[in-house]
């Protein structure tokens, strides 16, 4: 296991699993502007784009240009993952609060400091470790994602088109000793905000040090996705080894592939326990499980009694 990964003062996702929502290591987690979306390596400079199906909908992920390298490059590996859960931590720890990184009125995050960060997320601060998270953090904020929706008519498809910057506006304060002394404040856009806010779902930010300890990051892409997607369906549902194929696949071929995703599914599986998941010659089949986090109950209202002598 690599130490890099080790999260400070978290105990292990197995004894975690009846945490609620409230506990401090809980996190949140979007199957794809978390995970799946972003590639494990950095493509070729000729890749035109990334893509990701969800349903009707389909992500684009688009590079742009990076001024101090001077190069197209996109936010890939690890380190946007986990960059992107935690924005979603402090957007839902916030609600409609201020604080000290949350603005959620005009929709900027602070980031105090690139080793603050390190820090939270568990890494070290040794070698090379901020100048990559500072490095993916800039690729990532200036990168561009599109959301495409195609509605299907007889005869005749219709394609809806929304272009969606990740950042609106953003600030680097970069210091010259040392990348874990920046930091940096950015103004996401309305629909990431949005999306990360309400579609985001709990988990135990503890189980990256198992997912996310190898070089793959499809454990963590197929835990993330799991976590989401099994308390919401009411029925079995199955899913065609294509499909898993245009989701989490790196490039590899469907062959290699089905290995790759039973050994990461498997390891996903130990992180979410609670999830019924069934592997078939077709595929897999999703099944109604229990969340990974238990919800809080609605608190009751009890109204106020009035007692007289």
């Not at 806010?197 to 996705?225: C, H, N, Q």
């Amino acid at each position: 296991m690599s130490a890099e990964l080790e999260p400070r003062g978290m105990s292990s996702f197995l004894d975690n699993k009846n945490q609620e929502e409230d506990t401090p290591s809980i996190w949140y987690g979007h199957s794809l502007l978390t995970a799946s979306l972003f590639p494990a390596e950095q493509p070729s400079e000729d890749t035109p784009a990334i893509t990701k199906l969800n349903g009707n909908i389909e992500y684009i992920l688009e590079a742009s240009y990076d001024p101090v390298t001077g190069k197209r490059l996109y936010p890939s590996g690890k380190y946007p993952r986990l960059i992107m859960v935690w924005m979603a931590k402090q957007i839902r720890r916030a609600g409609k609060r201020k604080t000290a990184t949350c603005d959620p009125d005009r929709h900027i995050i602070t980031l105090p400091s690139v080793g603050a960060l390190c820090d939270e997320l568990g890494l070290g601060h040794g070698g090379r470790t901020a100048q990559r998270v500072q490095e993916q953090f800039r690729l990532l904020l200036r990168s561009r994602i599109s959301l495409r929706k195609v509605m299907g008519f007889k005869g005749s498809d219709y394609h809806d088109i929304i272009d969606i910057p990740i950042a609106k506006e953003t600030v680097f304060k970069e210091s010259e000793t040392s990348a874990e002394f920046s930091g940096l404040s950015v103004m996401l856009t309305e629909e990431v905000w949005d999306k990360l806010a309400t579609e985001s779902a709990p988990f135990d930010m503890s189980a990256a040090k198992e997912l996310l300890s190898g070089r793959s990051v499809m454990p963590w892409d197929i835990y993330l996705w799991l976590v989401g997607s099994l308390p919401k369906i009411g029925r079995p549902m199955p899913i065609t080894w294509q499909w898993l194929y245009e989701r989490f696949g790196n490039g590899t071929q469907l062959k290699n592939f089905k290995e790759q995703f039973k050994k990461s599914l498997s390891k996903a599986l130990k992180a979410y326990p609670e999830a019924k998941v069934d592997l078939t010659s077709k595929g897999i089949v999703l099944n109604p499980s229990a969340p990974v986090i238990k919800r809080k109950p609605p608190q009751k209202h009890i109204p106020a009694r009035k007692f007289y002598r």
